[in-house]
């Protein structure tokens, strides 16, 4: 007895239940994944909008400067992905834990245990998405139809699970689901 090792018990990952259950709570996952596509679209925008004003700016400089300005355009392609990656992050690790097109669309992202995202997990869910519909096609999104809790595949990879916010949960209750 004095040589077995003593573990505690519940601090495994195995051992913790998933904190959103579709069939408990179908409230949480009414409507996320047409509310998720709208969201990738509008944060799409909002990332493409400062490299297009950046890509117009090193073409005016270029113009101005007789040509030297345009070696400018080599940092253009690193510099929006380091944007990108820190708009994840960043809007990720909010209060809200939600990028601002989840947000305009009422749906956050939370780790399968419950927590909310934090910086580091926000910027790898949108580096993990990128590379896989890079390297997967766009094919990879129909993993979203054959689980219960309709995750991505780097949802899955990731531990995490996007659901409806806590007002859209709100009004889906009180007023029904198509509200």
């Not at 259950?21 to 990332?47: K, N, T, Y």
């Not at 934090?118 to 519909?133: R, S, T």
């Not at 094919?139 to 219960?148: G, S």
């Amino acid at each position: 007895m004095a040589n077995e090792e003593v573990r505690p018990r519940g601090d495994a990952l195995e051992e913790r239940p998933h904190a959103f259950d579709p069939i408990l709570s179908p409230e949480l996952f009414e409507g996320v994944l047409p509310r998720r596509v709208i969201a990738f679209i509008i944060d799409v925008v909002i990332i493409a909008v400062p490299v297009v004003l950046a890509a117009i700016f090193i073409f005016l400089l270029g113009i101005v400067t007789l040509g030297v300005g345009w070696v400018l355009y080599w940092v253009l392609s690193p510099a929006a992905i380091v944007w990108a990656v820190f708009y994840y992050g960043l809007t990720f690790s909010g209060p809200q834990s939600a990028t601002i097109g989840m947000r305009m669309v009422d749906i956050e992202m939370r780790t399968w245990y419950g927590a909310p995202a934090y910086f580091v997990l926000g910027a790898v869910h949108g580096i993990l998405f990128w590379v896989l519909i890079s390297a997967l096609t766009p094919l990879v999104l129909l993993v979203c139809f054959f689980n219960h809790r309709h995750r991505l595949l780097h949802d899955i990879v990731l531990g995490t699970v996007v659901i409806n916010n806590e007002q859209r949960v709100q009004r889906i209750t009180e007023f029904g689901p198509h509200y």
